[in-house]
Nanobody, 120 residues
Framework: QVQLVESGGGLVQAGGSLRLSCAAS????????MGWYRQAPGKQRELVAT???????NYADSVKGRFTISRDNAKNTVYLQMNSLKPEDTAVYYC??????????????WGQGTQVTVSS
């Protein structure tokens, strides 16, 4: 079992910043990819950003230049620094972690979600 604890969501005015954190704990041998996804009301869940264990990153076009994903491998924690927030960034943000509990047991877990609301 792997537990994910998210924090950092909230209400912010347009143009403001927030930093999300997601800490993984439990039966972890290695973590390959950590990422953030979001789901706005009435819309499908979409990728925001991912980062591999080697530090390679991938961003949705809509957040490039404004959001930065990073990770602390020693703490099994992923961060999402969100700057220049827009009302269209309003959504529930979910952390996703993909890895192995041992040499043969892969895992793919989701966090409980944290609300980000950007007012205009």
């Amino acid at each position: 079992q792997v537990q994910l604890v998210e924090s950092g969501g909230g209400l912010v005015q347009a143009g403001g910043s927030l930093r999300l954190s997601c800490a993984a704990s439990g039966s972890i041998f290695s973590i390959n990819v950590m990422g953030w996804y979001r789901q706005a009301p009435g819309k499908q869940r979409e990728l925001v950003a991912t980062i591999t264990s080697g530090g390679s990153t991938n961003y949705a076009d809509s957040v490039k230049g404004r959001f930065t994903i990073s990770r602390d491998n020693a703490k099994n924690t992923v961060y999402l620094q969100m700057n220049s927030l827009k009302p269209e960034d309003t959504a529930v943000y979910y952390c996703n972690v993909v890895g192995y509990s041992d040499y043969v047991r892969p895992f793919d877990y989701w966090g409980q979600g944290t609300q980000v609301t950007v007012s205009s």
